[in-house]
């Protein structure tokens, strides 16, 4: 997605260790048209293939996941991180999820009211790396005993193995802006 | 919202101390459809004022903001809780919010390079009670030198002094449902 891939090149920022921060216009300040451009873009890349909810991960992968699911004209769930006090513990699936972020494990949680077994669902996520948070989505999607009908990412680390693993296991990725390098402040995109 | 207030009373669940469970539509599932129609009416309510930035609180705000800058064709600016290691402290405004529902503290933050003084900030949230997360994006306008627009709230549990305190304050609260009293399980509307 060529819009994508300039603003990244314009807007996002390298820091060390190979952190991507595109804060200025993907998930913090979000610019809502580009949101909806890349929902359009996922509806357009998995058109054909059945959907009957679209999952995400709280925080940023809400926007980009409502969007998408309005545009499906199905709901979105998005999965907890951390469950409160409002939410009881048999009723959830659940996944450990390792964050090489923030360096810390959590739980993504999921009510069991909100996926069975008839669904397709789509997951989507800001970013894909090493895959660890659609490994989790994947895994609760399974508990389920749903189909996955894919994986819809914004921006894929593609020098990470995240991508392929997912791939490999048989998994239709779809990544909007795939980068393959990162040297010094300069990203290199792969072929599309 | 006749629509909104329905769904409440069909899909909405009281617990005891008068938690409402919105999860099968609103926060957890959402109902991609009706969460548009709500950022329709706000944009409806907000008609003629000046807004160049819609801020929210992550995780719950974030769908119902991002439809709402959609519309209003400006950026959408979530609050993070507890920062993670890709932020930079001095960079931040940050409030103290006390969350009631979780009985824990946290810090909402915004990076002061997204709320400038010239900003007129429309401020969205799925839930006003005690109005302490409202509270805490007001003072991080503030800090900014920014105006608040207003503050627009899917549901206000109107029995509870957080609207009222921001009216007294000047502040225009727009609430789509708001709810006066709790009696068991049944739910009871204020006039709008």
């Given at each position: 997605m060529e819009e994508l891939k300039q603003r990244i090149v314009e807007q996002g920022q390298v820091l060390p260790g190979g952190v991507i921060k595109v804060g200025d216009f993907l998930n913090h300040m979000i610019d809502a048209k580009l949101a909806d451009k890349i929902a359009a873009e996922f509806v357009r890349r998995f058109d054909g293939v059945p959907v009957t909810k679209v999952l995400t991960v709280e925080a940023s992968g809400i926007a980009f996941g409502v969007l998408t699911a309005l545009r499906f004209?199905?709901?979105?769930?998005f999965a907890k991180k951390?469950?409160?006090?409002?939410?009881?513990?048999?009723?959830y699936y659940q996944a450990q999820v390792h964050s090489y972020t923030k360096n810390t494990d959590y739980a993504v949680t999921v009510s069991k009211k909100y996926i069975c077994p008839e669904d397709h669902v789509l997951i989507?996520?800001?970013?894909?790396?090493l895959g660890a948070a659609a490994?989790?989505?994947?895994?609760?999607?399974?508990?389920?005993?749903?189909?996955?009908?894919?994986?819809?990412?914004?921006?894929?680390?593609?020098?990470e193995?995240?991508?392929?693993?997912?791939?490999?296991?048989?998994v239709r990725v779809e990544s909007l802006a795939r980068i393959s390098s990162?040297?010094?402040e300069s990203i290199t995109f792969a072929d599309e």
């Open positions: 004209g199905v709901p979105l769930v951390n469950r409160g006090t409002n939410s009881a513990g048999d009723d989507v996520d800001d970013f894909l790396a490994q989790g989505l994947m895994h609760i999607v399974a508990q389920a005993g749903a189909q996955v009908s894919g994986v819809g990412i914004v921006i894929e680390k593609a020098y193995p995240g991508g392929e693993r997912l791939r490999a296991q048989g990162i040297d010094g």
